[in-house]
């Protein structure tokens, strides 16, 4: 590569990074949007925060009638646990749920702590409401609860940019063959003319009637029924309702209160600033320790952090939390030792008499295979504790098992292509750039 198409490349790569550093920290009005009031808000800002970091919104949950006086009581923690389970399925991961007796009764209230969303006020009714599940048809006639229902579950399918919602119910044998002779039973009964309604099947959950609509076998598949939603959120939330069923008591759920971040106020400004602090420190120590190839290494560490911020947004359903920015820094020094098993290996390199670019180009052919035994491990670690852990960890995961992705690209394709685009650019100076040197004979 020559000194023209190196400076040439340089000069794209570094608009690039200055755009992409502006889209990705900085927040400025865009003008011809009423005057210029409307203000974009960066990537940074687009990144949807936890409670612990960005505060939320509690409920308190009252029982509508005193059981004390029946002579029953509540189980707390099997309350809490079932709560908490519903909570952390519908993406409210850091969410907290305490018991506490309210004055003059022997009764326990909750109160719920969680993540403020838009449809935080519909979670927490869909979360404590109280009932049985009951498949009905059109007469009100039971036809079976829950005991025939094997699962219920959230999917989505798309198609030509358009994305649809459904919730999936899988049924038992049992389960079929009834909504089978239903359907047929009201076939039958329109065709002798003493009735001229479909079958028409209703999902209720205690009082609430969560679906009702007219279907025939058609709409059966592999013991399974797809029910179709206007949104994600309300699929969700029925999906949710329909496989979990109801808690045994009503609850009366009160207005919703602010709560400050769990970690303090000005948890998430300060929480960057520490990120932001760390990350220069890195990069001081890098150039300082390995002069060019030190600074290139840090470019290749800052675009990391900008691609990572990107993946935040465009993977759905990541809400960052203490243990995300975590992932994210256990990511970045990842990214930084894998630079330093390079940068390393070009000195021992060097050191056996190789030109700089053999050095460079040795370094990372024989570098490649332990970064990426390092990587793999990482993000089979990664996925396993995504697969069989809860709550905060879960949000570790999935930062820090794309943040091993992205160190690996980077550190072994980025890194590499800046390398040699500024080596001609220092041709006899390369080595003090890169601060080589040989083994004195």
């Known amino acids: 590569m020559n000194k023209k198409k190196s400076i040439a490349l340089l000069v794209v790569i570094s608009i690039v990074l200055v755009v992409l550093a502006v889209l990705t920290f900085a927040q400025f009005r865009i003008p011809g949007y009423k005057n210029g009031t409307k203000i974009y808000q960066s990537f940074l800002g687009a990144v949807a925060l936890d409670e612990d970091l960005e505060g939320g919104v509690a409920y308190e949950l009252t029982l509508t009638d005193d059981i004390s006086e029946e002579g029953e009581d509540i189980d707390p923690q099997e309350v809490i646990s079932t709560l908490e389970k519903r909570l952390d399925a519908l993406g409210y991961t850091s969410s907290i749920v305490t018991a506490y007796r309210a004055k003059d009764t022997d009764n326990y209230s909750f109160r719920v702590e969680m993540r403020n969303t838009e449809s935080a006020a519909t979670d927490i009714q869909v979360v404590a409401r109280y009932g049985e599940i009951e498949f009905t048809d059109g007469n009100g006639n039971i036809l079976f609860g829950d005991e025939e229902l094997e699962s219920a579950k959230y999917v989505s399918q798309t198609v030509s940019a358009t994305t649809s919602h459904y919730v999936q119910l899988k049924f038992t044998k049992d389960g079929l063959k009834i909504l089978e002779d239903a359907i047929d039973a009201a076939a039958s009964s329109s065709e002798d003319g003493s009735s001229s309604t479909e079958f028409t099947l209703k999902i209720t959950l205690g009082d609430t009637e ?44 009160g207005d919703a209160l602010t709560v400050t971040p769990g970690l303090g106020e000005n948890a998430a400004s300060l929480t960057f600033w520490a990120c932001f602090a760390a990350v220069i420190v890195i990069i001081i120590a890098l150039c300082m320790m390995y002069g060019g190839f030190g600074a290139i290494s840090s470019v290749s560490v800052f675009f990391f952090i900008m691609m990572e911020i990107v993946m935040l947004i465009l993977v759905p359903g990541i809400t960052l939390n203490l243990a995300g920015v975590i992932g994210i820094m256990a990511a970045v020094l990842l990214t930084v030792d894998s630079m330093a098993i390079i940068m390393h290996r070009v000195r021992e390199e060097y050191r056996n008499d190789k030109t700089v670019k053999a050095a460079i180009k040795t370094a990372y052919k024989r570098s490649i295979l332990s970064i990426l035994e390092i990587d793999c491990v990482l993000a089979a670690f990664s996925l396993l504790m995504f697969i069989i852990c809860k709550g905060y960890a879960v949000n570790f995961a999935i930062t820090f098992g794309i943040g091993v992705v992205l160190s690996a690209l980077i550190t072994m394709f980025f890194s590499q292509l800046l390398v040699y685009m500024a080596l001609p650019l220092f041709k006899e100076k390369s080595e003090k750039f890169l601060k080589l040197k040989r083994e004195a004979k």
């Open 210 to 253: 969560l679906f009702s609509s007219t279907l025939d076998k058609d709409y059966l598949a592999n013991n399974s029924l797809l029910i179709t939603s206007s949104d994600e959120t309300t699929a969700r939330q029925l999906a949710l309702q329909i496989s979990s069923g109801g808690l045994k008591y009503e609850y009366e759920i």
